[in-house]
């Protein structure tokens, strides 16, 4: 899995407008969100020009984002993005194009399952070189303070900072990322 380290670091970079210039607190969550747009070609492009143009009363950013074949990288892991509050100094934060709506079966299109295998690489480069374990936090665990992976919805669910509950699909995705 060490081959993962390289892949990171080599993103390519469309930095985003709004992001910490600290964090202020040790990595110890991976938050994952959904882009609520369709799956198109280029979409985590478009997603990170849409970072790049937000104005200053709606501040948002996530470290990486990616589609089908691609990975974008918007913000440095070292610095905080603009992702959730609640887990924005703590928190690492992926946004995979897609729906929060989307059932299973739409989890299963071939578009969905490069999403999450790119996805998965990306999580196993976190998980690693931020010793997060792949496991989902319920929301008491993340109030605890423990390690590991949450969707957006947790942490609205937990801090209630945010009315944004993207992302469901988590059983599934964690199965591939598990498998890595
Ligand atoms: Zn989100």
New binding site residues.
């Given amino acids: 899995m060490k081959s993962y380290r390289k892949l990171t670091l080599s993103l390519p970079e469309i930095t985003a407008r709004w992001y910490g210039q600290s964090r202020g607190a040790p990595v110890r969550v991976i938050g994952i969100?959904t882009t609520e747009c369709n799956e198109a070609n280029k979409a985590a492009i478009a997603v990170a020009k849409f970072f790049t143009r937000l104005p200053s009363n709606r501040k948002a950013s996530a470290h990486i984002v990616v589609d089908n074949k691609e990975a974008i990288r918007c913000v440095p892991d070292n610095k905080p993005a603009w992702?959730?509050p609640g887990c924005n100094f703590d928190g690492l934060h992926l946004e995979l194009v897609g729906r929060a709506n989307q059932t299973m079966p739409q989890w299963e299109d071939s578009y969905s399952q490069n999403v999450l295998k790119l996805g998965a690489k990306i999580v196993a480069d976190w998980s690693q070189r931020f010793n997060i374990p792949v496991v989902k936090l319920t929301v008491p665990q993340l109030k605890a303070g423990k390690r590991g992976i949450v969707g957006?919805v947790d942490i609205s669910r937990a801090y209630g900072l945010t009315r944004?509950f993207?992302f469901f699909g988590f059983d599934y995705c964690l199965l591939s990322w598990r498998s890595l």
């Fill in positions: 969100h992702a959730a957006h944004c993207c």
